[in-house]
């Protein structure tokens, strides 16, 4: 909680920055809105599985995308800000074991972003038309957890390079590149080659969002979607305790090395 | 009874950061530097100890091995008896670590809100940490300004907030890196006093203070330890640190009726190292002030002594204590 309040002093004292995140938000729906009256009526076979609008797809893709940012940039912005502002020693000279610090210190993040997809999704829901009826709220919270989690343990395993290298980790780059190319973020996977379509399958955003888009848009039964959430289940079982050793091993090398607060 | 700070054999190195043409050229190359080399120190339970050395010493090297932020690569270093590597959770239940760092504070917080923020990651409970939040802003002169923005604060004012972080807790130990480094003359003195009187003559706390102040560390502590290039030059007392470096007694001495073959004869008594002379009134019956070095196991009583029986009278004698730069320098070259 500490932290939370924390961090939400500080963000909202730069008020200006405060109201225009709010305006991005809308701006950004506002734009996706417009794409999608480029294709009107007409029925596309890939957004077929989906319920066939290319807003309601591109909304949820957008929405929860977030999270794979949040998820992937924050532990590793979190120690890079206290390194940059020079609070981290003072942080690690405190009672507190220091994953409850990297984790606390990205809670505020993660509360930002649920309320950022809470924006997209109202925006969507009472102002642009999208249909959620029938919608499984229960599978759609289950398939976020696991993606947290999942996107949590690369980011704790990029947030170890930086407590080492400083700068220039090479792994949030290249997920996140990867992932918006052929992870489903703004269309549909099954859009890119067949060659292409295997690696998607190999990134856990593929089943995060596809997973997400059949419980919200066509209310999918938690059986139904089983081989997404047990993929995901996978993925979080493989990273979480990798990322947990890796940051331990960070964490040390920067003491030998005597330059936790180096920057 | 375990010391309050112990270090056995502590020893440390940096890699020197390469540049791309030896990255390229002797990429296997390691370029070390000795920060600390076989560091032992003892300090008791409410000592005030000072770390004293020049920049790039290793004083703040040593201080955070001591607070757990640095791994040493050889030795042990013990606060009350814990391993501060492997027992560092009850290692830092007892330290207060005081860093003269602004930044390692959140500017677009209050003080009060800073200190709130350390209070609860230190598990202080809730109404305990309220409590002890507004005791240490008074004790640190901070009430008129506990709710304004860090940013707003004077340097002075900063520096304050960081003891009143580090007494959040209320440690017995507290580890201080330069703390008076950025203040004025007056509010240094005043914090000097503040340590000295309240925090270890009062609170009877441990305080490890590294500085490369000298008339700082004269001032305050107890004890010294002289520290250059990451080795322990000398350590004990000001007194027991002239005595190991057998430094010279030396006394001014007044006189009057005093002739130049007296002055003379008195280079060539067996304990007399040297004998300058400070000042010559020949209005004053030939007064005189000599400067008189003698050895370790030299007796100034017996110079005296011979000076009267050769005529001459002495009207005072005073003892010089060599200031703690003179010492300091000696040590250095050694």
């Given at each position: 909680?500490?932290?939370?309040?924390?961090?939400?002093?500080?963000?909202?004292?730069?008020?200006?920055?405060?109201?225009?995140?709010?305006?991005?938000?809308?701006?950004?729906?506002?734009?996706?809105?417009?794409?999608?009256?480029?294709?009107?009526?007409?029925?596309?076979?890939?957004?077929?599985?989906?319920?066939?609008?290319?807003?309601?797809?591109?909304?949820?893709?957008?929405?929860?995308?977030?999270?794979?940012?949040?998820?992937?940039?924050?532990?590793?912005?979190?120690?890079?800000?206290?390194?940059?502002?020079?609070?981290?020693?003072?942080?690690?000279?405190?009672?507190?074991?220091?994953?409850?610090?990297?984790?606390?210190?990205?809670?505020?993040?993660?509360?930002?972003?649920?309320?950022?997809?809470?924006?997209?999704?109202?925006?969507?829901?009472?102002?642009?038309?999208?249909?959620?009826?029938?919608?499984?709220?229960?599978?759609?919270?289950?398939?976020?957890?696991?993606?947290?989690?999942?996107?949590?343990?690369?980011?704790?395993?990029?947030?170890?390079?930086?407590?080492?290298?400083?700068?220039?980790?090479?792994?949030?780059?290249?997920?996140?590149?990867?992932?918006?190319?052929?992870?489903?973020?703004?269309?549909?996977i099954s859009i890119l080659p067949d060659w292409l379509q295997k690696f998607s399958y190999l990134l856990p955003i593929t089943y995060s969002?596809?997973?997400?888009?059949?419980?919200?848009?066509?209310?999918?039964?938690?059986?139904?979607?089983?081989?997404?959430?047990?993929?995901?289940?996978?993925?979080?079982?493989?990273?979480?305790?990798?990322?947990?050793?890796?940051?331990?091993?960070?964490?040390?090398?920067?003491?030998?090395?005597?330059?936790?607060?180096?920057? | 009874?375990?010391?309050?700070?112990?270090?056995?054999?502590?020893?440390?190195?940096?890699?020197?950061?390469?540049?791309?043409?030896?990255?390229?050229?002797?990429?296997?190359?390691?370029?070390?530097?000795?920060?600390?080399?076989?560091?032992?120190?003892?300090?008791?339970?409410?000592?005030?100890?000072?770390?004293?050395?020049?920049?790039?010493?290793?004083?703040?090297?040593?201080?955070?091995?001591?607070?757990?932020?640095?791994?040493?690569?050889?030795?042990?270093?013990?606060?009350?008896?814990?391993?501060?590597?492997?027992?560092?959770?009850?290692?830092?239940?007892?330290?207060?670590?005081?860093?003269?760092?602004?930044?390692?504070?959140?500017?677009?917080?209050?003080?009060?809100?800073?200190?709130?923020?350390?209070?609860?990651?230190?598990?202080?409970?809730?109404?305990?940490?309220?409590?002890?939040?507004?005791?240490?802003?008074?004790?640190?002169?901070?009430?008129?300004?506990?709710?304004?923005?860090?940013?707003?604060?004077?340097?002075?004012?900063?520096?304050?907030?960081?003891?009143?972080?580090?007494?959040?807790?209320?440690?017995?130990?507290?580890?201080?890196?330069?703390?008076?480094?950025?203040?004025?003359?007056?509010?240094?003195?005043?914090?000097?006093?503040?340590?000295?009187?309240?925090?270890?003559?009062?609170?009877?706390?441990?305080?490890?203070?590294?500085?490369?102040?000298?008339?700082?560390?004269?001032?305050?502590?107890?004890?010294?330890?002289?520290?250059?290039?990451?080795?322990?030059?000398?350590?004990?007392?000001l007194a027991e640190i002239r005595a190991l470096l057998g430094i010279r007694k030396r006394y001014f001495i007044e006189l009057k009726n005093?002739?130049?073959?007296?002055?003379?004869?008195?280079?060539?008594?067996?304990?007399?190292?040297?004998?300058?002379?400070?000042?010559?009134?020949?209005?004053?019956?030939?007064?005189?002030?000599?400067?008189?070095?003698?050895?370790?196991?030299?007796?100034?009583?017996?110079?005296?002594?011979?000076?009267?029986?050769?005529?001459?009278?002495?009207?005072?004698?005073?003892?010089?204590?060599?200031?703690?730069?003179?010492?300091?320098?000696?040590?250095?070259?050694?």
């Amino acid at each position: 909680m500490a932290f939370i309040y924390r961090d939400f002093i500080n963000e909202t004292s730069y008020k200006l920055a405060f109201f225009m995140e709010l305006l991005g938000i809308f701006f950004s729906v506002l734009s996706f809105f417009f794409l999608s009256k480029l294709f009107g009526k007409a029925v596309i076979p890939h957004l077929k599985p989906y319920g066939g609008n290319y807003f309601s797809f591109v909304l949820i893709g957008i929405a929860f995308s977030s999270y794979l940012q949040v998820s992937l940039h924050t532990f590793a912005r979190s120690i890079r800000s206290a390194q940059t502002t020079g609070t981290l020693e003072a942080l690690l000279v405190t009672q507190t074991g220091i994953p409850t610090i990297i984790v606390s210190s990205s809670l505020y993040s993660f509360i930002r972003t649920s309320l950022r997809v809470v924006a997209y999704l109202l925006l969507g829901l009472f102002l642009f038309g999208v249909n959620m009826k029938g919608a499984n709220i229960f599978a759609a919270t289950l398939i976020l957890a696991l993606t947290i989690i999942t996107f949590s343990s690369i980011g704790i395993i990029s947030a170890s390079f930086i407590m080492v290298t400083k700068r220039g980790e090479p792994l949030t780059w290249i997920f996140t590149t990867i992932s918006w190319l052929i992870g489903g973020v703004i269309y549909p996977i099954s859009i890119l080659p067949d060659w292409l379509q295997k690696f998607s399958y190999l990134l856990p955003i593929t089943y995060s969002l596809e997973g997400m888009r059949l419980a919200l848009l066509r209310g999918f039964s938690t059986n139904a979607l089983l081989p997404h959430i047990l993929a995901l289940a996978l993925f979080a079982v493989v990273l979480l305790p990798l990322s947990i050793g890796l940051f331990g091993y960070g964490v040390k090398r920067a003491k030998i090395e005597g330059s936790l607060t180096h920057y | 009874m375990p010391y309050a700070i112990e270090t056995v054999n502590i020893s440390k190195t940096f890699n020197q950061v390469k540049g791309y043409r030896d990255i390229v050229l002797h990429p296997f190359r390691k370029k070390r530097i000795i920060a600390l080399k076989d560091i032992n120190i003892q300090v008791n339970k409410g000592e005030l100890f000072c770390l004293l050395g020049p920049n790039g010493a290793g004083k703040t090297t040593l201080i955070k091995i001591l607070a757990s932020l640095i791994l040493p690569d050889k030795g042990k270093a013990y606060i009350n008896g814990y391993d501060v590597v492997k027992d560092w959770k009850h290692a830092k239940k007892l330290i207060g670590y005081i860093v003269n760092d602004e930044r390692s504070f959140y500017w677009r917080l209050t003080g009060r809100q800073n200190l709130n923020f350390f209070a609860i990651l230190n598990n202080l409970p809730s109404s305990k940490a309220q409590r002890r939040i507004n005791e240490v802003i008074d004790l640190t002169g901070l009430r008129g300004v506990a709710d304004k923005m860090f940013k707003d604060y004077s340097t002075g004012m900063k520096q304050r907030l960081a003891i009143a972080r580090g007494l959040i807790t209320d440690p017995q130990i507290l580890l201080m890196d330069e703390p008076t480094k950025s203040l004025d003359p007056l509010t240094a003195q005043n914090l000097r006093k503040f340590i000295k009187k309240k925090l270890v003559g009062k609170d009877k706390k441990t305080v490890f203070l590294a500085t490369h102040n000298l008339a700082e560390a004269e001032e305050l502590c107890d004890r010294i330890a002289i520290i250059n290039h990451g080795k322990i030059k000398a350590c004990g007392t000001l007194a027991e640190i002239r005595a190991l470096l057998g430094i010279r007694k030396r006394y001014f001495i007044e006189l009057k009726n005093i002739t130049d073959s007296l002055v003379n004869k008195l280079k060539d008594l067996p304990s007399v190292d040297k004998v300058l002379c400070k000042q010559f009134d020949p209005s004053l019956n030939n007064q005189l002030k000599l400067e008189i070095t003698i050895d370790e196991n030299g007796d100034i009583s017996k110079v005296i002594e011979y000076i009267i029986s050769s005529g001459g009278r002495v009207l005072s004698c005073c003892p010089h204590k060599p200031p703690l730069i003179e010492i300091f320098s000696q040590i250095l070259k050694r």
